[in-house]
């Protein structure tokens, strides 16, 4: 360990920790002296560069994709402990925000918002490093416009990232990054330029020299050091959060000159490689900005464009990862071979759709597999979208015949080597079909309308159709868009947007949660929302819950008392109120305030609107009935009529997942879950729509569980014991540890001794639970639906609900029945018993579609309607009506009833 000035320790790279220095010793000479001790402690050699461009040429035939992927991990776990961490879906955890995953960061927000579950593992990370799946396409971060067009923009690729989470910072990260790219994968250093943060008045930020210094320390020229502004290199998570100067990496493809004006210039020779952020900041609400209190490096680098470095390429498109994938595509189309052509050098735009289709069926593929489908709404319309680009290119320019893009997801998977399941061919059949039937369309709307944007907004909005295919459709058919005119309409909408969003309530910022820490303020213990029990009649009992007020929050700040009408947050020292998570919906009630009464020696009462997590805190809205102050002594109630009926209806989804998984195959996946006091949600992965008798007998197998009043067992396991249970089905979440198990009929510690024990419906779950089945009472499916191709949404009641939605069902049964008899007697109805009748079945189909009932009955029940309806005004009828009358009044009203009744 070298004695540095200044430094706080220095160790090797072995030791875990390679650097950290005080904030007020961070002067250039001492920053360089730890940078020359550090490059010593690393053993950097400063290799000459034609040694280094040499090693490269050697390189590029022994670069792969996933060599170049491995060395990565292993050179942060191996040589500066990282934690390897795996990549997480495409589909967001919990983050409304976001339609994909679009960083390497998304999945440890939670740490950097500090709303990290403290029992979870992801409390603990430290170092981090793994390769992330990313999409984007929509949202703020969207390359879908720019891919085909150049040779280095995607919708999916992979981010290579490490983190820091208050360990190392600038000094540390840059010499890491440095090192691995010089040193490891020998990428010459004079072919490399860096960009650090050049200040912003305005924001009354300085320029980031600490980050300047760094670079010329380890060794980079001057001229390659280079400022730019808050576009280019200050990084923020969105409009408030975590936030901080950038540095990046560029790296210039053509070499033997100086590139520095063609850093951030959009020049195809020279990219940007590597991004290093620095968070030292948080956006606040008002736009200002507050120094975090823990500092932390978020790191990401493009697996595809670092590949292209080390393979010598100048395209993405050229490198391993694509070309298998633009050979199968030439080998199943009707085109020329890629040549890798752009631009007006493109003639007929060939090459842009080789890139287009490889491109989107990698974006397709890996999204299908984690559980987006393309859809209506949020990321399955983005993903539609995708699709019927792809299909576009492949079929109208490439000349691919139908299904020629599922064809090519087996190539995807190997390439990938990541597991990726291969999708039905349905989609790209079904849209090749309805693009013949859009164009048709499109034409005849525009030219009614004579408006191209009001068509093509309509196509995109309504119908996901991508702008920039409509905008080709109609440049083949020498006709534009207006762009102008689509721009206004999408503004328009978005007002609309805006304009009915809901608030969503209180959120504490970063500033409080560490001001809790700083104070020793404990996470609330909110197990006693479990303390509830069953009584011999079968009602539950809650007890009240005595807390202390530990800390108020109001107007984005910790306050030490609220007055009568005033809207905060409230954090106690414990409390029984279950906080939203999980599906479960937050609980209801109120407390007291002990020695505040009224006149008549009532209790004045409190009433809580809403419970939300924040850090391990349980934050409960409210607003105040009287002054309230930190150290106040209070008394918590829950509403106990909406705590059961959650219960209930909780346990009756896991009943209902375990019934599907049985009946349906072990295929069947959870996709979502949502459990109010009315009604409970639950969406699943399955191929089709179920039957009505796959209906009926899930409905008999929950029936069965509930009439047997198994006992509900919860029980606290350590998480790799809770992940040996035979049967667990857990859903794509970070999980506390230890991890509470909930078991119907058997103890987790049962099935954990004798794997060998009856299957039985088990699952990892934070939520409020019956103590009985019996409870559930009675259980009604009365909606099921494909929300997208291949993911289903169930709506199910219980008890009393549920027996009403019975008895409706027989209502309506008896009077389908009465209809039906009524219109067999008549054989030869007049025109007059003909509507009336029909009126009568049409108002009954409404009513059949309306009601709550059990959706099995209401598909018999629509059946049977459709078959009466059909039978009224058969082709035999109409005409022997006709035979039977001359008035051409008649005549008139008969012609439509038998054009329906041919239809």
Same mark, same amino acid.
Request: proline share 4%.
């Given at each position: ?57 050697? #390189?590029?035939?022994? $670069? ?193 000159? =100086? &590139? ?16 290093? *952020? ?89 999204? /299908? ?16 979208? /995708? ?27 190997? /390439? ?15 849209? %090749? ?12 709307? $525009? ?23 409509? !905008? ?8 534009? *868009? ?8 999408? #503004? ?32 609330? =213990? ?26 108020? $929050? ?63 805190? +349980? ?21 106990? %009529?909406?705590?059961? &009926? ?28 949502? *459990?109010?006091? !009315? ?37 606290? +396991? ?15 979440? +970070?999980?506390? !540890?230890? +991890? ?13 001794? =004798? ?12 939520? %409020? ?83 709550? /009932? ?40 008969? *012609?439509?009833? $038998? ?5």
């Amino acid at each position: 360990q070298p004695a540095v000035p200044g430094a706080d320790w220095l160790f090797s790279p072995s030791s875990a920790v390679i650097g950290r220095f005080s904030p007020s010793s961070r002067s250039p000479a001492n920053m360089a002296a730890c940078v020359r001790a550090l490059r010593g402690c690393a053993r950097l050699p400063v290799s000459a560069s034609s040694r280094r461009c040499s090693a490269l040429s050697r #390189a590029r035939g022994q $670069y792969t994709s996933q060599k170049v992927r491995r060395t990565f991990i292993e050179f942060f776990t191996e040589q500066h402990r990282h934690r390897a961490v795996p990549s997480a879906p495409v589909r967001p955890r919990g983050d409304p925000s976001l339609l994909f995953v679009n960083a390497g960061m998304n999945q440890f927000k939670p740490i950097l918002l500090g709303c990290a579950d403290p029992r979870s593992e992801m409390a603990s990370y430290q170092r981090v490093v793994n390769s992330q799946k990313c999409v984007r396409a929509g949202g703020k971060h969207n390359d879908l416009d720019d891919v085909g067009r150049d040779v280095y923009h995607h919708t999916f690729f992979e981010m290579l990232g490490n983190w820091s989470f208050g360990d190392y910072f600038k000094v540390e990260a840059c010499a890491m990054a440095w090192h691995l790219l010089t040193e490891v994968y020998e990428i010459p250093a004079e072919r490399l330029y860096v960009s650090y943060f050049s200040g912003d008045a305005a924001s009354g930020l300085p320029a980031d020299e600490e980050t300047r210094h760094i670079w010329l320390s380890l060794g980079l020229r001057p001229d390659h050091v280079l400022p730019f502004g808050m576009k280019d290199n200050f990084w923020e998570m969105g409009e408030t959060g975590p936030c901080g100067p950038c540095t990046e990496i560029h790296y210039d493809h053509v070499g033997t000159r =100086n &590139a520095a004006a063609l850093v951030n210039a959009d020049s195809p020779d020279v990219v940007e490689i590597w991004n290093l *952020v620095f968070m030292q900041y948080n956006r606040e609400g008002d736009g200002g900005l507050r120094a975090l209190p823990q500092c932390s490096v978020d790191t990401g680098m493009g697996l595809e464009r670092l590949l292209t470095v080390l393979q010598g390429k100048r395209s993405n498109y050229d490198t391993d990862l694509f070309t298998p994938l633009l050979s199968a595509i030439h080998q199943c189309s009707r085109a020329p071979a890629y040549s890798g052509r752009t631009e007006q050098t493109d003639a007929g735009r060939v090459d842009m759709a080789y890139r287009v289709v490889a491109d989107h069926v990698r974006t397709l593929s890996v999204c /299908i597999a984690d559980g987006v489908y393309p859809g209506m709404t949020g990321a399955e319309l983005v993903l539609r979208r /995708i699709l019927r680009r792809a299909v576009r290119f492949s079929t109208e320019v490439l000349h691919a015949p139908e299904g020629a893009l599922a064809s090519l997801v087996p190539t995807v998977a190997h /390439i990938l080597v990541s597991g990726v399941s291969v999708p039905q061919s349905s989609h790209p059949v079904q849209f %090749t079909v309805a693009t013949r039937w859009l164009l048709a369309i499109c034409f005849k709307l $525009y030219c009614w309308s004579r408006s191209t944007a009001a068509v093509a907004w309509s196509l995109h909005r309504n119908l996901g159709f991508p702008l920039d295919l409509i !905008d080709l459709m109609l440049e083949e058919r020498n006709m534009a *868009v207006d762009k102008h005119g689509v721009e206004q309409l999408a #503004a328009e909408q978005e007002q609309v947007s805006e304009g009915g969003a809901e608030e969503r309530g209180l959120h504490m910022d970063l500033q409080s949660l560490a001001e809790l820490q700083s104070r020793g303020v404990p996470h609330t =213990n909110d197990s006693p929302k479990y303390s509830y029990s069953l009584q011999h009649n079968g009602t539950y009992v809650f007890s009240p819950c005595r807390a202390s007020v530990l800390a108020l $929050y109001c107007n984005q700040s910790l306050v030490s008392e609220v007055s009568e009408g005033q809207r905060c947050g409230m954090v106690l020292d414990q409390t029984c109120f279950y906080a939203e998570q999980g599906g479960q919906m937050h609980d209801q009630g109120y407390f007291t305030k002990d020695g505040l009464q009224t006149y008549v020696f009532q209790d004045v009462l409190f009433p809580v609107e809403c419970v939300r997590l924040a850090g391990g805190y +349980v934050v409960h809205e409210i607003t105040a009935a009287e002054t309230l102050r930190t150290g106040d002594q209070i008394q918590l109630h829950v509403d106990e %009529t909406q705590r059961l &009926a959650c219960m209930v209806k909780h346990t009756a989804t896991h009943v209902l997942n375990f019934a599907l998984r049985e009946l349906l195959g072990s295929g069947v996946v959870q996709r979502g879950s949502h *459990v109010t006091a !009315d009604r409970l949600r639950f969406d699943f992965s399955y191929k089709a729509s179920l039957n009505v008798s796959q209906l009926q007998e899930v409905e008999r197998m929950v029936q069965d569980i509930i009439h047997q009043n198994d006992v509900v067992h919860m029980q606290e +396991v350590p998480l790799a014991r809770a992940n040996q249970i035979a049967g667990l089905r857990t859903v794509d979440e +970070v999980y506390p !540890d230890p +991890v509470r198990v909930v078991s119907v009929g058997v103890a987790a510690s049962e099935l954990l001794s =004798n794997q060998k024990h009856k299957h039985t419906s088990v699952e990892l779950c934070c939520g %409020t639970h019956l103590l009985q089945t019996g409870g559930i009472g009675d259980f009604v499916i009365v909606s099921e639906r494909q929300m997208v191709k291949g993911i289903s949404r169930i709506i199910a009641v219980t008890g009393e609900d549920a027996k009403q939605a019975r008895e409706a069902g027989q209502v309506l049964l008896q009077e389908v029945e009465a209809l039906t008899a009524r219109i067999a007697t008549d054989h030869t109805p007049s025109l007059a018993t003909a509507q009336r009748l029909s009126k009568e079945v049409g108002l009954l189909t409404d009513a059949v579609e309306s009601t709550p /009932i059990p959706q099995w009955q209401r598909r018999d029940l629509q059946t049977r309607l459709k078959a009466l309806q059909r039978s009224m005004w058969t082709p035999c009828h109409l005409l022997v009506h006709w035979t039977r009358t001359c008035h051409i009044s008649e005549y008139v009203l008969m *012609v439509p009833l $038998y054009i329906k009744c041919l239809v």
